[in-house]
């Protein structure tokens, strides 16, 4: 599957403060994570360098290069922000949602469950929607999910009855 270059990193939801500093809601796995990034890049294709970041109450309070006052960070609000591909650092075996959407998924024996179509973000754990003769919901869990291969676009899972 190919990868996009640009994650959709979060959106700019409002100002903070009076210096220009912008409230981001992250769709990320965390914003200490989004505060790795030294840039963010904006429909367009314009980019703004992330001067200072940190975590407040689940969202991310970031400075950027340009925007000096309210007004500026107002202009801002509502905005989706992307980061560059080459710019993460992810562990070993981790990978972005986008990059499994679309997926093939297939049981253990090799047999063709359908397509991942959708993912629910959810307090216990992420929930695979899965399109194919009929929709399954699959808990995005170790008992359940076997093997992931973003590359090759192929989730390997474990059905259960009534599944």
């Known amino acids: 599957m190919e990868k996009k270059a640009f994650i959709e990193a979060g959106r700019i939801v409002n100002t903070h403060g009076v210096q220009g500093e912008v409230k981001i809601e992250v769709w990320l796995d965390s914003p200490q994570f989004f505060k790795s990034f030294r840039r963010l890049t904006f429909a367009g294709g314009a980019e703004k ?40 650092r992810l562990p070993k075996g981790a990978f ?55 590359d090759a676009g192929l989730i390997t899972v474990h059905l259960i009855e009534g599944m």
């Open 49 to 88: 360098k992330i001067l200072s970041a940190r975590a407040h109450k689940g969202f991310v309070i970031a400075k950027l290069e340009g925007v000096d006052d309210v007004n500026a960070a107002m202009a801002l609000k509502n905005k989706t922000v992307s980061v560059r591909r080459e710019d993460a």
């Open 96 to 150: 972005f949602l986008q990059d499994i959407l679309g997926a093939r998924v297939v049981d253990e024996a090799g047999e063709e469950v359908g397509v991942l179509a959708d993912v629910l973000e959810t307090p216990a754990s992420n929930v695979y929607v899965v399109k194919g003769e009929r929709e399954h919901l699959i808990p995005a869990v170790p008992e359940f999910i076997k093997k992931t291969d973003a």
